[in-house]
């Protein structure tokens, strides 16, 4: 769309609404003329000037006020009528004084009395008025209303119109005077033209009537002579039907602008105005560019249309070639396929025959037409119709199988009759299949025939492997029983002679009698550890393995695990190591005592197959998203493993061969019961060797991390030991590094320089050549401000020392017991001292110091007098008066007696398998009230060589408070007392 387009169509609206303004004044000035003449022609207003013509008398004078009433009345009548009309006058011709006066105020109209009367006789409404012939009116300009001389506020435009009231041929004696409340008018006249437009009206002095600017409208009535030409100039436009516009202080905006002379006739003067219309030259640009962007979008419309026409012209062309061909295609398909298929309208008439149908019913195609398929009686007790009608119905799929007749013999068929539907929906006929599955039916019946004989021997097989299951639980559960029986009478005798040597050792014995008891020591501890891998073994095969959920010390785990092997592998020349530094977590949720076992049982291995070198324990620990991952290395310089048996290693029983089992010995059970640990544990273990070189079993755990993840004291302190100068004097290079590794993971600075000014402490290795020089020197040298640690090879070396008041550390190097030194020494290090308070706090379960008690009753009850005497001798030099009874009938007699007496039994010990009445039914019977009411809640502690799996459960559920397994060690027994004896202070 061009420029001239646009100037086209804006001219036609400016022109147009131009004419809508002229109509709307016209229009509204011819309203206000034929009020006039109405108010002219009426009897009040003819009667009142006949009144004034004839002069009135005296006597008249009521009658003439009469007369004004009425015409007061028409008045406001009229004014009532139209809202426009503000006021209504007749004014006497000759002197010009109002005599009748009617005024629109803000609450109504009112009439005015006489002393409001106003003079107009010098007002050019009046002067023109009074000169006018018969039916000759005047129409004044528009200005603002004057009262007694002063613009009337708020200000109202207004509009006069005015004519001599003529009564026949007499001269008039007054003039009627309409005021118009042009504000009405202007508004109209504003509101008639297009919004586009900036409306100004001008009378014929130029004079603004109607601006757009509220401000500028009637100007001239107060600052005197105001105009067009003071305010704008004015140009033509590059369009001669336009002008331009501008304000006169500015060139930044300019309008093209329409205008139009309007001319009101009048008998006395003509009343002119002009309308004149602008609209911003920027608006109409963006019109321009709006028009343009309407017409390309207008076009790109069509285009696209006619583009997409196109398309779907050429799609509609493609699709119906390929209809065409899908039909020839399908047509084909139906004629080459071997299923005969009918095309059936609903009412059964046959409509399409392919040959295949031909073929089977030995029929021609003109056999069919116009003929019903009910016609042919090609099956017996069948109706198509009926098929068809349920086709219908459904307006799904329906199937059904039939017997054809055929020449040569009978055939199976399936009749497969699918709705062919219109575009509505409606269903117009059938498309029946008929598929000939004589061969299938015939499979299906062989099928069925051979899934019977095959469900026969199931049945039979079923019967023979159910059969086989009771005799391998009977099997099972023998082997249960037997290992329970084995497991009971081993640990029986087991128990007296740890008891035994327990109570040797505590009479005092030199130390080759010392050395012995240790051999002894190990001896016991492998029977004891063969059967509990018995056991454990018997408890994996079953699924019931037991594991408890507690929080774990794993640097306490660690070191208490790799103290037991010192003396064995100090005995052996070997170097044992324990490497921490990688141990960022010192806390675990799990089964501590399993965890335990999987140490046990690789550093067991280790030693066992290591003669020279070193073993080293490698932990680490760490944080991986809410869990805590634990694992462990175990590198020996032993034997190795060759590469033939290392897909075996992990077999029960397999011990590398026959050689490695008469050297060594073993059962092989340790590593086959540590895989199924550890896969029990969310973990894994695997192991790398070489014969001859040694060899490196690792292993890794996970459990749930829960508060441990937001626990400090789960998580090492690197920062623990502050910074502290740390003077390592080792010969040992791999000791060296460890020992070094483990100290500055807790914030120590290790070195080996003996040249260093800076030293807090100084650890040296016993073995050191000449160490009494240096040291001598060093003390020397740091004049007391070092704190010496002598690093000795043997608990009884760092008692030596200890006993020459100097501090010792035993090997292998452990944090814990380093730190637990060093806390005295560094009193301002307050994170040292946290932790040598909690490891103070910690009991000793060796140790157990039963000196705050007063007095105590332990009754025991065992059938086996070694046991008795035993467990006598392990409580001999405790607070506790010891009784012993052979059976559970003698536990309820010595009760019964003591419920005569002063004396009270505060704990039994109590074994489970015992004649003439076990543990359980004793315990029965003392929760039952047999034993006197005051020991019904007495702490009962099953000491029992049941070991199995449930034993411990089965203890509890009888009514024991608590469990101990033989053989019973003092510490453990001591512990079980201790903690009930807490307990019952506690309470």
Request: glycine share 6%; hydrophobic share 40%.
């Amino acid at each position: 769309m061009t420029k001239q387009d646009v100037n086209d169509g804006v001219w036609l609206d400016m022109t147009q609404a131009l004419n809508n303004g002229e109509q709307r004044l016209n229009s509204a000035l011819e309203n206000y003329r034929k009020d006039l003449f109405i108010l002219h022609d009426s009897p009040p207003v003819l009667s009142f000037e006949q009144q004034y013509i004839s002069g009135a008398l005296p006597n008249e004078q009521a009658a003439t006020e009469v007369n004004e009433q009425k015409a007061q009345q028409m008045f406001i009548a009229l004014m009532k009528q139209s809202r426009e009309i503000d006021q209504v006058r007749l004014i006497d011709v000759q002197t010009g004084l109002e005599l009748v006066k009617v005024d629109r105020t803000v609450s109504g109209q009112i009439v005015v009395i006489q002393n409001q009367l106003q003079d107009k006789s010098g007002r050019d409404y009046f002067e023109i008025s009074k000169t006018l012939l018969e039916n000759e009116y005047y129409i004044s300009g528009i200005t603002l209303n004057r009262e007694f001389g002063q613009i009337e506020t708020p200000i109202i435009p207004t509009l006069r119109l005015a004519m001599p009231v003529r009564v026949n041929e007499a001269p008039p004696k007054t003039i009627l005077i309409v005021n118009i409340n042009a504000h009405h008018l202007l508004r109209d006249l504003t509101k008639s033209i297009d919004g586009r437009f900036q409306t100004y009206l001008l009378n014929d002095k130029q004079e603004f009537l109607i601006h757009p600017d509220a401000d500028v409208a009637f100007r001239q009535e107060f600052d005197g002579e105001t105009n067009l030409s003071m305010f704008y100039r004015l140009s033509k436009d590059a369009d001669s039907r336009f002008g331009i516009i501008t304000e006169q202080n500015t060139e930044e905006k300019s309008y093209i602008y329409a205008e139009k002379k309007l001319v009101i006739a009048s008998e006395a003067k003509p009343l002119i105005f002009n309308l004149l219309l602008s609209m911003d030259t920027q608006e109409r640009n963006e019109l321009i560019k709006e028009r343009r962007i309407i017409q390309t979008i207008f076009i790109s419309v069509v285009v696209i249309f006619l583009v997409g026409l196109l398309v779907f012209f050429n799609l509609y062309m493609k699709r119906k070639a390929q209809l065409t061909r899908a039909q020839s295609e399908y047509k084909a398909i139906i004629e080459g396929t071997n299923d005969a298929i009918i095309s059936i309208s609903v009412a059964n008439k046959v409509t399409t025959v392919n040959n295949a149908a031909l073929s089977l019913f030995s029929k021609t195609r003109g056999d069919f037409e116009n003929k019903y398929f009910d016609d042919f009686v090609f099956f017996q007790n069948f109706s198509m119709k009926s098929l068809i009608n349920d086709v219908v119905s459904s307006k799904k799929a329906v199937s059904t199988d039939v017997v054809y007749s055929s020449p040569s013999g009978e055939k199976q068929l399936t009749l497969n009759a699918s709705p062919v539907s219109l575009s509505d929906g409606d269903v117009e006929g059938v498309a029946v299949i008929f598929s000939d599955v004589t061969a299938r039916f015939e499979a299906k019946q062989k099928i069925e025939t051979t899934n019977r004989s095959l469900e026969e021997q199931v049945r039979q097989r079923t019967k023979e492997l159910n059969k086989a299951k009771k005799q391998a639980e009977a099997t099972s559960h023998t082997k249960s029983s037997f290992i329970s029986n084995v497991s009971h009478e081993m640990r029986t005798p087991l128990n007296g002679i740890l008891g035994t040597l327990e109570l040797i050792r505590a009479e005092g014995l030199n130390d080759n009698q010392l050395g012995y008891m240790n051999l002894t020591d190990i001896s016991i501890t492998n029977l004891s550890n063969l059967i509990n891998d018995i056991l454990d073994l018997s408890k994996i095969e079953a699924g019931k393995l037991e594991f408890r959920h507690e929080n774990i010390d794993l640097l306490a785990t660690l070191e208490d695990t790799v103290a037991l092997f010192q003396p064995l592998t100090a005995a052996k020349g070997v170097k044992l190591h324990l490497d921490t530094a990688g141990l960022d977590i010192l806390n675990y949720y799990g089964d501590g005592h399993r965890v335990k076992q999987v140490l046990n049982n690789l550093l067991s291995n280790a030693v066992k197959f290591t003669a020279k070198g070193s073993i080293v324990v490698v932990a680490r620990s760490q944080i991986v998203g809410k869990r805590i991952s634990f694992g462990c290395s175990v590198i020996d310089t032993g034997v190795g493993i060759a590469k033939v048996k290392h897909e075996q290693i992990f077999v029960a029983f397999d011990q590398g061969g026959v050689n490695t089992a008469q050297t060594y010995g073993g059962t092989g059970l340790g590593l086959s019961i540590t895989k199924q640990l550890c896969k029990l544990m969310d973990g894994k273990i695997w192991f790398t060797s070489e014969q001859s070189k040694g060899t490196c079993f690792s292993f890794e755990i996970s459990s749930d991390a829960g508060d441990l993840l937001t626990s400090k004291t789960a998580h090492k302190d690197p920062l623990l030991l502050g910074g502290l100068n740390i003077l390592l004097l080792l010969d040992d290079q791999q000791e060296y590094s460890i020992v070094r590794g483990n100290i500055e993971s807790i914030g120590g600075n290790c070195f080996n320089e003996v040249e260093s000014n800076c030293v807090d402490i100084i650890l040296a290795d016993e073995s050191l050549p000449d160490l009494s020089i240096i040291q001598e020197k060093l003390l020397a040298k740091f004049n007391g401000a070092a704190v010496w640690l002598d690093y000795c090879s043997s608990e009884n070396r760092a008692l030596q020392s200890s006993s020459q008041n100097k501090s010792a550390l035993t090997k292998p190097f452990f944090m814990t017991k380093f730190c637990e030194l060093l806390a005295p020494h560094f009193p301002q290090n307050k994170a040292l001292q946290t932790l040598f308070a909690n490891l103070e706090s910690k009991i000793d379960l060796a140790s157990i110091d039963f000196s705050g008690i007063e007095k105590g009753l332990i009754l025991i009850a065992d059938d086996n007098e070694i046991n008795l005497a035993i467990l006598r001798g392990m409580l001999e030099d405790t607070p506790f008066t010891v009784f012993t009874t052979k059976n559970g009938q003698e536990v309820i007699d010595f009760l019964n007696k003591t419920n005569k007496s002063e004396l009270k039994v505060d704990l039994l010990l109590l074994d489970c398998n015992m004649p003439i009445m076990d543990g359980f039914e004793c315990v029965h019977l003392i929760r039952d009230g047999q034993a006197g009411e005051e020991n019904k809640a007495l702490h009962v502690i099953a000491a029992t060589a049941d070991a199995m799996l449930g034993d411990r459960e089965k203890c509890l559920a009888a009514g024991m408070d608590d469990y101990i397994a033989k053989p019973i060690s003092k510490k453990v027994l001591f512990a079980h007392i201790n903690e009930y004896w807490i307990q019952k202070q506690n309470k």
